[in-house]
Structure formats: C-alpha cells, structure tokens
C-alpha cells in the first residue's frame, strides 16, 4: 500500500489531551506536520503542545458545541492556513447497565463519540475537501462486540463506523479519503479509569481471551500512525480486530451466552454501587468524561 507524508500537512486533532490524541499529535509532529488540538480539557492540551513545541497549538473547543468548534476551526485556518487531515478522537465512556445508569451519563457518551465526530467534520470538511485531504474517525472494538454495561459507547461507535461509511461514499468524487478506526482495549485513562470501577472492571476483566486483551498505547499508535500515513479505509487495531468482522453476526449470542452467569450478580451489585455513591458517580469514568459532563 502506497504511504503518503504529513510533512508540512496541518492536522487537526480532537480529544487530544492525553492518551490516543495526545499521542498521534506528537508522533505526526515528529514527521513534519503542523498539529492543531481541539478539545476541552485545554491545560492539559496545552502541555502537549508545549512539549511538541512550534508545530503545534492548542485551541478549547467541546465537539458537541458548534459554535465553539467553529471558532476553533478558523483559528487553525487563520493559524496554520488551512487543513489537511482530520481526526475526530475525542470521546469519552460511562459504566452501566440501561435500567440504572445515571440518564445524563449515557446520552452524554452518545452525544461526544457519535455527534460530535459529525459536527467536527461538517466543520472542517469544507477546508479538508480544498485540500483533498482526510478525515479519520476513531471507532472502537466495541462497534463489533456489543458487551453488557456499555450499551450506549457500543451504539455511539457502530454508528460512526455507518457514518464513515456512508460519508466516504458521499466525498470520494471531491477527492477526499475516509477512514475508520476499531482499537481494541488501549491502556489509556479511559480504559484504566473503566477498569477500576468496583462492578464493571471486573466485568471487563473476565471477557475470554484477546477480546478482554488491555495492549499498550504505542500498540494503537504504530497502527494509526501507519493508517494515516497511508490514508487507510479501515484501521484495525491490533489487525485480528479485522477478523471480528468476518463474523460479527454471530457475536452477540456468543456474548450473551457468556454473559448469562456474570451478568445476574453485577447487576445486583450496582444496584448497590449507586445507592452507595450515587449515579454519577457510579457511572461516569475518566478525566474526560468528567470534564464532559461538568464535573472534574
């Protein structure tokens, strides 16, 4: 497969405080690109950038508020003269089965991972198409395995691989490239902080084989770097995710078989996770999640 350079190529990045975006950002600034980080916890974007140094700037924008994105947009345009790639990374996770986890929580996640991956490329595809440019997507293993207790990060990520999907259909003529990205579990602050809630890190923890697999973050890295660099359709992270595919159709009662004896019990034990800290508190995960939610 043909690889291309980012070098001199501005690239914007959302959800780049830490971990996945954090980490993209400095390796495409390493290989020449201008780095834009768009995202709302803007102290710790502000580090990044500092350690990235004059091929980089931050700008605070919430993907979910268009005007604020907007704002960001032509700060990059007017900064960097314009934009080449973008990734939609921002996203953010709750923990909790349907009928008890905190409302607020669930529409959030669904709002961050799946409209706000929509509102950022309607905003910067026009700049994008200007430049024929690329427009990556951060999907997850979870748009294929459908596991209890995420009901709503498994709904937000399908629907961006279906978005991507029928977006890069729509811009194909305009020269444009789409991708889509499925990681497994990464060791990021979302899936560290996941992993030790009291119910559903043990939840997690017992998923059979590479399915409940956690890899390091330079895993996922050295497959999106390679990706981008080769403006790929689909990334899979690590690539057996690929195969997942093949028989996604038989997953769910493969899943919901496995479930049967595990899922009983947690069900019962947050139920008393949430009289005990209360539904936010139960539900929410991470420094993103909190910072999306307004409560840090």
Known sequence: MARNTVKGKVVLITGAARGIGAGLAERLAAQG???ALVGIEAEEQRKVAETIGAAAKS?????TDWAALEKATE???EHFGGIDIVIAN???ASTGFVRSVDPAAFEKVIEV??????????????????????????SSLAAI????????????????EAFANSLRAEVAHLGVKVGVAHPTWIRTDLVESADAHPVFG???????????????????????EDGIMRRGRTIHVPRWVGALKLIRAFLPPIIELGSRSRVPAADRAALKDIEERGAYEASVTGHAGRAATGKR
Do not use: Q
């Open 33 to 35: 690109a201008k780095v």
């Open 59 to 63: 700008w605070e924008a919430d993907v």
């Open 75 to 77: 700060g990059v345009v």
């Open 90 to 92: 921002a996203g953010i």
């Open 113 to 138: 991972d799946l409209l706000g991956v929509w509102r950022t490329f309607r905003v910067t595809l026009p700049h994008v198409i200007e430049r024929k440019g690329y427009l990556l997507a951060i």
């Open 145 to 160: 395995t459908h596991a209890p207790g995420m009901a709503n990060y498994a709904a937000a990520k399908a629907g961006v």
């Open 202 to 224: 043990k939840l997690r923890s017992g998923m059979p084989g590479l399915i409940g697999k956690t890899y390091p973050l330079s895993t996922a890295l050295d497959c999106l």
